[in-house]
């Protein structure tokens, strides 16, 4: 177990390095308050932390609300004497620790992540002081691996299968309206009891109980995370899942087969404990520019994702909790289903609209009830269609992203009616979209 006294004697024995972080607007919460820890709501707090402790607890500071205002290395001479130059509270993330573990009997154990070794606002040695190198490109080496390593701290399987988080289920609601095709569920899952956090555009794993035809333990099923990082109550203590009962016939039989992970989970009630994995994927995060211009193209339940971008872009409580991230750029949802009564989170998508006309757009493809130009049902790709000359005028300015989550099919549609307007340019758009790709501004997640 980490304690005071472990960290203050690695300081002093092993000669390890020790920062300290200046925090302001820390907030008392359950974990704070049970520790004693010494908050105050406005002005600075100093925190002294070991090298190898640094990611916990910037971790730990961001659920608290805090935001750190700088790192500075402490001297030799001051981790000798274990004290700074300046007013510092040494870390208790030991403390935080031991109450979390007396409280997480029953749940698997958290993957622990490698420190960072670059953080903002560290001193530099000489060396790192020399000339950065050039690449051909006439962008610094250093710079080049930074695109490389955009996503590095994003958090990826905090827990395994081996070793679930166990949360317990809090809410199931139903999503589609009277009338619609099929069943959709909200979930939101009580996370307060581990470690387990995530960031928008990452799935989790859920494994369904009993065992298959062969008598093993069920596989995981991956879901995209439908809630952004502090959660629907904007507390970090929650994830929630937007999941449809899939349903199909057997080919041979012709009997209605239902999903085993799918089913369990629409039938859950509240207060069954779930056997929770991850956060996994980095292929479809937010870029942090507040600027930049996100395209989403989703079917069904591929909304969850871009439920979550829209929150943490538009939402008042998020943007409370968010005063570093000020959403400015231009979004736009072209969202693919059925029946109007199948359109997931349809009144809080269209109160957002309504708020930011300027900033989001958003545009249905009702197969069921809206023709495309040819009279046929309205598909995504017919409404990419339409909108393909200003899709891609958008697409060419170098802060838009574009994002697409749902059915595989519409892929090659999208793909035609965005070749079509590019060629009016003399754009090859495979080429170009080899490109985008590469540049990290073109998402898929479909299945």
């Known amino acids: 177990m980490y304690n005071q006294g472990a960290v ?16 302001t607007g820390l907030r008392q919460n359950q974990a704070s308050e049970l520790i004693n820890y010494p908050i105050r709501r406005s002005g600075s707090v100093f925190i002294r932390v070991p090298y190898n402790r640094m990611n916990q607890e910037m971790r730990r500071i961001t659920r608290l609300g805090g935001k750190i205002l700088s790192i500075k290395p402490m001297g030799v001479s001051e981790q000798a ?33 490698k420190a960072n070794s670059e953080v903002k606002g560290f001193s530099k040695s000489p060396a790192e002081q020399q000339p950065k190198k050039k690449d051909k490109k006439g962008n610094t080496m250093s710079q080049a691996k930074a695109k490389k ?12 299968p081996n070793s679930p988080y166990v949360g317990k289920c809090l809410s199931n609601e139903e999503l589609v309206g009277e009338g619609g095709i099929g069943t959709v569920r909200h979930l939101k899952f009580d996370l307060s009891q581990g470690d387990l956090h995530y960031v928008e555009g990452q799935s989790i794993g859920i494994i369904p109980p009993g065992t298959d035809a062969k008598g093993k333990p069920h596989k995981l099923r991956l879901y995209s995370i439908a809630s952004t990082r502090h959660g629907d109550d904007v507390d970090d203590k929650t994830v929630s899942l937007c999941v449809r ?5 057997h080919p041979e039989s012709g009997e209605t087969v239902y999903g085993v992970c799918s089913t369990y989970l629409c039938n859950l009630e509240a207060g069954t404990d779930v056997k929770i994995t991850g956060p996994v994927g ?4 937010l870029p942090e520019d507040p600027d930049a211009n996100i395209i989403m193209m989703g079917t069904g339940t591929g909304i969850a994702p871009m439920r979550a ?47 930011y006309p300027d900033n989001f757009r958003l545009t249905y493809a009702i197969s069921r009830e ?6 046929g049902r309205m598909y995504i790709q017919h409404r990419c269609e339409e909108y393909a000359d200003e899709l891609w ?8 992203h574009t994002y697409i989550c749902g059915l595989r099919g519409m892929e090659g549609g999208i793909d035609e009616a965005i070749a079509a307007a590019a060629a009016k340019d003399g754009v090859t758009w495979s080429d170009y979209q080899k490109q985008l790709k590469k540049a990290g501004r073109w998402h898929v997640e479909t299945y």
């Open 393 to 400: 005028n958008l697409i060419k300015q170098e802060k838009t």
């Open 149 to 160: 390593n955009a996503h590095a701290n994003v958090p990826v399987n905090i827990y395994r």
């Open 282 to 285: 980095k292929e479809m995060l």
């Open 370 to 375: 809206q023709q495309n130009k040819d009279g």
């Open 245 to 249: 009962q899939l349903e199909y016939k």
């Open 81 to 113: 004497n274990g004290k700074a130059s300046e007013e510092v509270v040494t870390s208790t993330v030991d403390n935080s620790i031991a109450q979390e573990t007396n409280n997480n009997k029953g749940h698997g154990k958290a993957t622990p992540q």
């Open 309 to 355: 971008y829209l929150w943490r872009m538009f939402k008042d409580e998020e943007k409370k909790a968010n005063p570093d991230y000020e959403f400015k750029g231009f979004a736009w949802l072209i969202f693919g289903v059925p029946k109007t009564p199948n359109i997931l989170y349809k009144e809080e998508l269209e109160e957002l609209q309504q708020k």
């Open 8 to 23: 203050e004697n690695a300081v002093r024995g092993s000669g390890s390095r020790c920062f300290v972080y200046e925090v």
